[in-house]
């Protein structure tokens, strides 16, 4: 699958995104400052693939998830999104290319709204970016449902009155209905319990396969990640520090910080858990405001060097399709 | 929803007997003769026949009864007598006012119009302007738009209405000339300058109760705006290519409405309690002077009456709230 994948034509291509807050304070509110939430971040995704972002809470997946569809109007870079450039196009304008990029969202509880049935939620897309008549509409909600395993007849219930589950499914139809090319699944199973998790997750992949998606998978669960990504990227602090397939990546991590991600993964087996030696990172994670002079991992990074102090290290590739911004691999 | 609301109606008999009750036990328990404005050269017998003539001389209870029989029996068919030229109240004891000696409920009717005129309109005046007021504030958050409507708001809560009534009259009356200071209740609209002279009396008034009403309700909107505004729903409607307006008038005002209505459907009541002091300042004779010169005059009909029917007033606009949370909100089910 990665073969047919990795030859593909690329879908989305970000390079050098950046998102940064300002922060303002003092009693004229002035700029003091900024949130360097998502610090410079590129990386292609191919048609037809999965790209997992992982990483720890705060470190920007989310954030670089929105703003890869123009949630937020980004500070600098550029996203190309099925050869279209949508870096710096006005908010009014990304309106008429939302079908082609959605969005499923974390909490399936917020982000419905609550006063809303499922079929109004489902079918609004349609009614903004379609002019089908009322019983096509009705047709495609429909028939969204079933794809995504609802009960037809809940069409007229309101979020309030399903499970998390069923909201996520939701959420899911709500990404469809516009038959878009790319969807950002931004911890998608994040608020569900682990059996609900599974359902999801495979009918994410069943939908991929039935409508040929493409998706940018953010979430925190390694093992998620690693059954349903082809590539993962792993950030931290507003960065990307490693990019490479799933296998490559859980097999020979290279970067330290990915290293350590990986050792925390919990191995069900106890006597082979008794053996798994973690890596455990000593400190916290610097503020995104003040990220560290040199690479952002510096501070807690277990194979620190004296350069990694002074230089920021940029991404390399150290075999194909494996990318590190580490200066560990400097050289090679 | 139906049942609710029949349920809710019949749960507000008892409420309002039991209110109507209290008020007509504070007004007995109070100070105060409607006799002591009868000059002292008229005998203590002569009062005391006077007294008797006004049904003072029965005991508490029974002039409870006759008052509950008088507003909920009598006056309902004088009212019906009146629409459809029956006559089923004939020689029944209506509730006659102590002072006027002429039935409460007429007086009531002859001063309804220009209270709900003026405090009315201005309640309506103020809904339209705060509404649009608070979601703009909310939605440029810190603009200079919200920054100044702010300032407004700060204005008509912080200032009583007795200070920029008559703040209004030096200006705009006494300085400049433009307006009247006084409502003239007798006026009578006829032609274009009568119409115009009416404007022009009920701009002041209208102008006070305006702001201080407005700076209420578009703050409910600009905070209910606000909370909604941040919503990870919101950014599902941006993330599925909706416009704005539909966004913000759809997705958000919908949502915000909640604790606007309550407020709004909880103040109509007071529209019809009058804005007392305001009715003071400017010499309007709507009811909420009445019900001040009432109270002066230990007209405790007059007062029981009044009091009630603002009490019912309350109870059916809660109500009318309630039902509205439900069409607002299908979260909420009564059933």
Sequence with gaps: MLDETNSGNVLVEVRDLKMHFPIHAGVFKKRVGEVKAVDGISFDIFEGETLGLVGESGCGKSTAGRAILRLYDITEGSIKIDGVEIGPTPQPKLREMRPTMQMVFQDPQASLNPRMSVAAIIGEPLDEHTDFSKKEKREKVLGLMDAVGLNRDFANRYPHEFSGGQRQRIGIARALALNPKFIVCDEPIAALDVSIQAQVVNLLEDLQEEFGLTYLFISHDLSMVRHIADRVAVMYLGRVVELATREELFRAPKHPYTQALLSAVPEPDPSLEEKVERILLEGDVPSPSKPPKGCNFCTRCPQVMDICKEIDPTGKEIAAGHQVACHLYADT | MLHFTIRRLLLAIPTLLFISLVIFLLLDLAPGDPMASIPLTVPPEVKEKMREALGLGEPVHIRFLNWLYQFFVVEPQVAFDHLFGTNFAEGKQRIISFQSRSPVMSVVAERMPQTLWVVGLSYIFATLIAVPIGII???????????????????????????????????????????????????????????????????????????????????????????????????????????????????????????????????????????????????????????ITAIYASDAPMVQTLTFIFAVLIVLFNLIADILYGILDPRIRYD
């Design chain 2, 137 to 291: 504030s909310a939605y440029r958050q810190y603009s200079w738009f919200d920054q100044i409507g702010t300032f407004i708001s700060m204005i008509g809560f912080s200032i009583p209405t007795f200070f920029s009534g008559v703040l209004l009259i030096v200006v705009f009356s006494v300085i400049l000339g433009w307006f009247p200071s006084i409502y003239d209740t007798t006026h009578e609209v006829t032609d274009w300058s009568s119409f115009v002279y009416q404007m022009k009396q009920m701009a002041m008034p209208v102008f006070v109760l305006t702001l201080y009403n407005a700076a209420q309700v578009s703050r409910f909107m600009r905070a209910s705006m606000l909370d909604n505004l941040n919503q990870d729903y919101v950014r599902t409607a941006r993330a599925k290519g909706l416009s704005e307006k539909v966004v913000v008038l759809v997705h958000v005002l919908r949502n915000s409405m909640i604790p606007v209505v309550t407020v709004i459907a909880l103040g109509v009541p007071t529209i019809f309690g009058g804005a007392i002091i305001t009715e003071q300042v400017f010499q309007v004779n709507g009811l909420g002077q009445m019900l």
